[in-house]
């Protein structure tokens, strides 16, 4: 079956940096667009960025500060976030898309970012 699973969240001050990975299984991996998205305490769903074989693609709240990669050898992706600020504290969520939706997800990742 399916299944994205997300790791790499932790506690981490301002300024401060870090890498989450989405191990994916149960699907051919490299056949598929694949998002990064975050909800943080209290509000909806925000998309944070896109990968496909045109490019990548990021929200302009994070953008010039966080980088989406994958590695289709490994079967995962991944969001390398630097200067992190505080508005940054979310649970991460990657997500696989299919016919330009959010079709499957992960349980997501505890990310904070607090001194």
């Known amino acids: 079956q399916v299944q994205l699973v997300e790791s790499g969240g932790d506690l981490v001050q301002p300024g401060g940096s870090l890498r989450l990975s989405c191990a994916a299984s149960?699907?051919?991996?490299?056949?598929?667009?694949m998002n990064w998205v975050r909800q943080a305490p209290g509000k909806g769903l925000e998309w944070v960025s896109h990968?496909?074989?045109?490019?990548?693609y990021y929200a302009d709240s994070v953008k010039g500060r966080f980088t989406i990669s994958r590695d289709n050898a490994k079967n995962t992706l991944y969001l390398q976030m630097n200067s992190l600020k505080p508005e940054d504290t979310a649970v991460y969520y990657c997500?696989?898309?299919?016919?330009?939706?959010?079709?499957?997800w992960g349980q997501g990742t505890q990310v904070t970012v607090s001194s």
């Open positions: 997500a696989r898309v299919d016919d330009w939706a959010n079709d499957r």
């Open positions: 149960g699907f051919i991996f490299s056949g598929y667009w």
């Open positions: 990968i496909n074989p045109s490019g990548t």
